[in-house]
């Protein structure tokens, strides 16, 4: 088995309470004592959140950071002069476009008769903000990319049948869309004042499922489907590997077919050594009622106009979707019926009074409220503020996820202690220009479902080397997405370009609280640091005081609070 490369313990400066700085390069998580930084974890970060948001590419949010258009009746973006560049598409000179790919992309030559919807990446405005949802099956992702020509999105991941006007007149073009910080503002704000990563990929390809297995156990194996599907390519003739959305058995809101994972996940980890986390899902109370009078697994809030049909006039979409739910594939750590937990004070502990770890998302807030926050919290929005193309959007992202997520940590006491991790499931299929590096190779042929098969650089073929721990269906790494670190402890208006992957928050999480890695083919063995988007050095030296740099903003524009621009 490849294990990762350990950092020198000779590159070490020990300080104080056993931290440890590697001298000229920042933090070394390698070689910290066990529990230098308190409630056993290596570094200060006692408490880490993450924020796993859904179906972004890198370029659709970013494309053309740090420069937005700001026309009038958009919230304003200026960026500092020392904003450092980033991987994107080009940038704006007087409000045009400026950078090769952004006036004469690829992309506009391979379109399969599109005709005139065929065009180059294009902006998308605030009022444009609601979108349709974009194909992300996990072979057609890998056709997109023409083996690294990156030209192939219209016409392989591009949807062309969605309702108008919510393809903006663009068709299967739409694919092409972006939007700068005159609409995504919270995050480019929190990019300037915070840490960013430029070259972070999903592990795999494919939709929402792959994405989450990936990020709390590093595998989409072994999958124990309840009927045969498509979505789960065969390995040999034992379980095979999930490559699209399945909901998990035993839950009681899912649907049919479902599927079962075996193996270990991040959570199993944690128990075992006494370090306290939950998984935080917006909807997940069935004992709520909603002000529309839902309940139960229908409990639905408004979401994205987009959203909106005959059948559906208010764009609502149910708060819990199933394969959105991290930890309920593994038996070990499910809570099939929703038990509530017994006690707010008991939330991320073993005796939650059956729970298991798996709470609702007001839970993080009522807990954090009575002073208690796990060590490790996973939080997913109700559908609504997932971001999710089709039935979210990035302003009801803003509005109500992230803004009032992060502003709510950061005026709470646990602040000082904590890193937040905002990052993606998928790229919805998106266009980004960057290829990412192949880690990982893949034969898994599906006849029956060409999209949920390989399709990188022939049918059935990912690559030309052999899969990690024989397993098939994981061709990695998929497309590129963001990543955000905010914290104090975070750089400042810093872009790392150290390749990562989902699973780097994994490794991460194995690193800080010392769980040892999860074996049996995971990801985690290959992943990417995050330490380089942290500086520790004012917490080393006794005497300094460390600064809190809250940044509060404005749910709506995403701006500071209370800064009129």
């Not at 997109?144 to 999105?153: V, Y």
């Not at 917006?282 to 909603?290: A, E, I, R």
């Not at 080393?540 to 524009?557: C, E, Y």
Request: proline share 7%; hydrophobic share 35%; with cysteine.
């Amino acid at each position: 088995m490849r294990t990762r490369r350990q950092l020198k313990s000779t590159s070490c400066l020990v300080v104080g309470a056993g931290l440890c700085l590697l001298v000229g390069a920042g933090f070394c998580g390698t070689c910290l004592a066990e529990d230098g930084g308190g409630s056993g974890s290596a570094s200060p970060i006692q408490h880490l959140v993450v924020i796993f948001q859904e179906n972004v590419s890198f370029d659709h949010y970013f494309a053309t950071y740090p420069v937005a258009l700001n026309p009038t009746g958009e919230p304003f973006f200026r960026a500092s002069d020392d904003t450092p560049s980033v991987n994107g598409l080009g940038t704006l000179i007087n409000g045009n476009p400026d950078g090769v790919l952004l006036t004469d992309n690829p992309n506009a030559n391979n379109t399969s008769g599109n005709g005139a919807n065929a065009i180059d990446p294009f902006r998308l405005a605030r009022s444009q903000a609601p979108t349709c949802d974009q194909d992300h099956n996990y072979g057609d992702e890998q056709k997109a990319f023409d083996q690294g020509l990156m030209d192939l999105f219209p016409a392989s991941v591009g949807a062309g049948s969605c309702t108008s006007p919510y393809d903006w007149g663009k068709g299967k073009g739409l694919v092409m869309g972006y939007f700068d910080g005159n609409t995504v503002t919270a995050l480019w704000s929190y990019a300037q004042n915070f840490a960013m990563n430029d070259n972070s990929y999903g592990t795999t390809f494919g939709p929402s499922t792959p994405g989450l297995l990936n990020l709390v156990a590093g595998n989409t194996f072994p999958a124990m489907p309840s009927a045969a599907s498509t979505k789960v390519v065969p390995n040999n003739a034992g379980p095979g590997t999930l490559v699209g959305d399945l909901d998990p058995t035993g839950d009681v809101c899912s649907g049919t077919p479902t599927v079962s994972m075996g193996g270990h996940n991040i959570g199993d980890l944690l128990n075992a050594r006494g370090v306290t986390w939950g998984a935080f899902m917006g909807g997940f109370d069935l004992t709520v009622t909603n002000p529309n009078g839902t309940t139960g697994c229908s409990r639905s809030t408004a979401g994205s106009a987009s959203n909106k049909t005959s059948t559906n006039p208010t764009g609502a979409t149910a708060d819990y979707i199933p394969h959105h739910a991290f930890f309920q594939y593994w038996a070990s750590t499910a809570n099939p019926a929703h038990t509530r937990p017994s006690t707010l004070k008991a939330i991320g502990t073993s005796n939650d009074g059956g729970a298991n770890h798996q709470y609702d998302l007001h839970d993080f807030f009522d807990a954090l409220a009575v002073g208690n926050v796990p060590a490790v919290s996973f939080l997913k929005a109700i559908a609504a503020g997932d971001g999710h193309a089709g039935y979210s959007d990035p302003l009801l992202e803003q509005s109500i996820m992230l803004v009032p997520t992060i502003n709510a940590i950061m005026r709470s006491p646990f602040w000082k202690s904590t890193a937040i991790i905002v990052m993606y499931d998928d790229s919805d299929g998106w266009y980004d220009h960057q290829m990412s590096p192949i880690v990982n190779s893949s034969a898994a042929l599906n006849s029956a479902s060409p999209g949920n098969g390989d399709q990188l650089n022939a049918p059935g073929k990912c690559g030309n080397g052999a899969p990690l721990e024989g397993i098939q269906g994981r061709c990695g790494y998929g497309p590129r997405q963001p990543l955000l670190v905010i914290s104090p402890f975070a750089k400042t208006n810093f872009v790392d370009h150290t390749l990562t992957d989902q699973s780097s928050v994994l490794r991460f999480i194995e690193e800080n609280w010392g769980t040892g890695q999860i074996g049996g083919g995971s990801f985690d063995q290959l992943a990417g640091p995050l330490w380089n988007m942290f500086d520790f050095d004012d917490y080393a030296f006794p005497g300094l005081t460390f600064g809190r740099r809250q940044l509060i903003l404005d749910p709506t524009t995403g701006q500071p609070s209370g800064k009129d621009r």
